[in-house]
């Protein structure tokens, strides 16, 4: 019976252990599976067998952990070891989880001190970001320690709270499996040598890193190179990555022919000699990015050789997701070149914000600059906001100083220059520009402490432009050799929109003027106003090219209008009770109103009349009236008409500036009396009335006066009294006292003369006297030829005119 019993439970146990074992998939998933999902691992799939030396084998196993899909095929496992065939990983988008934000922790594995050692003898790792499968083999020789080969060739050793070990990867590896369309990482080579570190949190990476980075763009070559120790610490929880690269050497190189890139220009050659080719960066100690938040301590960027270019940037942060909104950074730039002295820009910029300070120093301009200086000085500030997709708001500040400068014919020395622009939240700009200079000369004129400033205020917003200009120019003195200028003063206002419309009001040797413009694309139409002031104010002028001539008294005015590109204007001009001295020539109460154009550089003067009440040149004229004008630059003077020795006299037309004319002067019913008595001490006296007529020769700066005549109308007396010439002719040449005592007293029935004078104002007379001597009941037929030098005369008389004494001395002492 236990016999039976026992074969039956043999039975039974046999039975079982069979159809546990053709049921053993179904069991095992039964069993496993449950305890794989709560560790979130879903079994897909199993296959396994007992080999006749009691090894597992499974074909097949497939598991799915976080969206991550392995298959392993070919496994054979016993006590002592675990061989794998064919791994393959394929890499999904993690899903979104609730635990996303829970803090990792420490490692703390549970590893067992046996079991059996893993070895995969090819694990393929798929992915759409990497361009083809990733290969590797691994292996494990000892407990916890693992070799891995193939794509990637590393160490790694596993503790309880720790992963570590090390890596080696290059630029061929990455080109092959890292999927991108950038095609500049066919110009990257590199290879690194890193060990790391995992504790459950921090991941670290220290290690010898070499890259190269060579690119050609166009016709220039760029070469990155960078050697050195890069250390790296990524925190899970903090999301800190934090790179230690004080230790790294980076060298930048370019080629010569970079410089050909610059645009042609005048200033290219210049650019390219400034041009560093080879640069060194040196980056900090350590470069922190916390989430999206970057923080780089200091980074410097500089050159190598005799162009010194030095650029650091500190105390930089930034968000990489919004870089421009929220950077934090502090620039300095310093540039020294054997062409440029020194150039250096400090710069505080606080997300919209940028402010700092410039300064430059230059011994001389740069060769493509068309002027030469010496001693330039530029230096600024500036403190501007919201300049990025914006307009800028703030204040940009500059002063520029200058020992000395030519260009363009003009040389200037003691410039100084500033420059203030500023702009608030209304979009409301201000610029204003100051400007003094001690001389400059241009050419043949001379300019001497010039001072001006310029302010323009315009709004920025929406529609048309409109700006306000104000400006103020001092200018002591304008010298050239044919005229001087004092106290200028310029004051002017104006408004800029599509054109530029001004007035200037100028005081230019105290004469006042006042200046419209509207200055356009298509025209340029002014006005001048000269208002009713004293002509006392030009004779700063005239002294200029007249030194013995100046105004005494009178008023001018004037009105001129034109445009400047067709250099044409037309005009209007008055002057009224003007009085002027030329030496010792006095003339009183000059008055004319007249009216011209000037167009195609032809100056054109209507005829227009003037008047002039007396004018004092020994004889005494008075009431001048006549016509002068103006035509094709060319001024005469015709019609004139005056009082002279009690009668009158005429002039046809005479041209002024013509070198060569004929100019008539005609005498009608001239006082006899008044024309002898010139002289009053001769003792002659003659009465009567007298006409002529003087043809006045101008030859190229000469004056006489050829085949002149004058002649009686009707009748007149001869009296010679006391007279020193005459009385010696009668004492010496007795023979002649009965002919010439006829004369001392003569009834003159006709008088005829011819009248020449020589240039140098000798004139000479040819008289014919035909008359009755009634004391000695006589007929008198007297022929007289008489020489006298009448510029020394008219001098005489004029020095004792006492009223022209009387005004030369008054207006000298207000001159002086």
Known sequence: MFKRIGLIVGAVLLSTLLLGYVFRLPLLQWVIAPELEKAGVTLNCLDFSITSSLNIHADRVCLNYQNQQLQLTGITANTKRVDIENAVLTVNPLPKSDNANQLAKNLDLALPLNRPLINIKQLVVKSNELNKPLKISILEPELNKFNVSGDINASAILTANKVSGQFEINDTFLKQVINTKNTLIADFNFNTQQAFSFDGIELELNGDISSQFAHTYEQCKVNVLTTGKLATRFNLNSQALMFNTDL????????????????????????????????????????????????????NLMSEGDKLFDFLITDTTLNITSPFEYLQTTLSAQINTPDTNNINVNAQLSGAVIKGDYAVMLESLPEFVPATANGLSLSGHFNISEFIDSKPIGLINAKLTLNSVDAFDISA??????????????????????????????????????????????????????????????IKAVNSPDIKLNNIKVESTGLQSRALKATHHAFINDVELVVNHHMSSQAH???????????????????????????????????????????????????????????????????????????????????STFNLNEFRAGAVVKAIEGQWQVNNNTALINDVKGSVFGGEFSLDTYTIGKLNQVANVKFENIDASKLVTLDDKSGIVLTGRLAGSLPVHFDSGKIEIIDGSLFSQGTGNLKITNNAAFDSVMQQQQELQPVLGLLTNLD?????????????????????????????????????????????????????????????????????
């Open 525 to 607: 139409p002014f006005e001048v106003i000269i208002p009713e002031q004293s002509t006392l104010l030009l004779n700063a002028f005239i002294s200029q090219f007249e030194p013995l001539a100046q105004l005494t008294k009178g008023e001018f005015n004037g009105y001129i209008s034109g445009d400047v590109n067709l250099q044409s204007a037309s005009f209007n001009m008055g002057i009224s009770h003007t009085s002027a001295l030329y030496n010792d020539y006095l003339a009183s109460d000059l008055n004319s109103v007249f009216s011209g154009e000037y167009n195609s550089g032809k100056l054109n003067v209507k005829p």
């Open 413 to 474: 020395v003691q410039y100084q220059g500033g420059l203030t622009a500023k702009m608030d939240k209304q979009l409301n700009a201000e610029v204003a520009l100051t400007q003094q200079l001690k001389s400059a000369e241009y050419k043949e004129f001379k300019v001497t402490d010039i001072s001006n400033t310029l302010t323009a205020n315009a709004n920025l917003g929406v529609g048309e432009l409109f700006a306000d200009l104000t400006a103020k120019t001092n």
């Open 748 to 816: 003159i029935q006709k008088l005829n003369s011819s009248v020449a004078l020589k240039n140098d104002g000798w004139l000479k007379l040819g008289v014919n006297l035909q008359g009755y001597n009634k004391a000695e009941q006589q007929q008198v037929n007297f022929n007289y030829n008489h020489e006298e030098n009448v510029f020394t005369l008219l001098r005489a008389l004029r020095l004792s005119d006492e009223i022209t004494q009387k005004v030369e001395q008054q207006y000298s002492q207000k001159g002086n």
């Open 248 to 299: 790294l050497n980076n060298k930048i190189n370019l080629t010569p022919s970079c410089t050909e890139l610059i645009p042609p220009s005048e200033y290219a050659g210049f650019i390219s000699k400034q041009v560093p080719l080879n640069w060194q960066l040196k980056l900090p100690q350590s470069i922190r990015l916390e989430g999206s938040d970057l923080s780089v301590p200091v980074i």
